[in-house]
């Protein structure tokens, strides 16, 4: 033990004297509980299998949401690729000249 433990220890023990030694824990376990549960709440202490659920759930979920994305650009990407097609196979150099007013 170096000083500073003991010096600690110089000024509980008055207290444990005073208010007895049971006080004294009961108060120091009930600040420890009290620091665990506001960082269990503010999500500084979550458990290990929470974690992975959460990620997990997160991945299914995201699968889910690029699979309807895809299902519902689709006939987008049809269309487009149809008319990009019929633009290249056309051959025609198309130069607008089309006045901007500029």
Partial sequence: M???????????????????????????????VLVLLRSIVKGNLVPRELLE??????????????????DFMAPTLEVLQRLKVDYTSSGVNVVNEEDRGG
């Fill in 2 to 32: 170096d000083s500073n433990d003991i010096a600690n220890l110089e000024k509980i023990l008055p207290l444990a004297d005073k208010y007895g030694l049971a006080y004294i824990v009961a108060l120091i376990l009930l600040l420890i």
């Fill in 53 to 70: 659920r959460a990620e997990e759930d997160r991945d299914r979920l995201q699968n889910i949401l690029d699979k309807e994305r895809s």
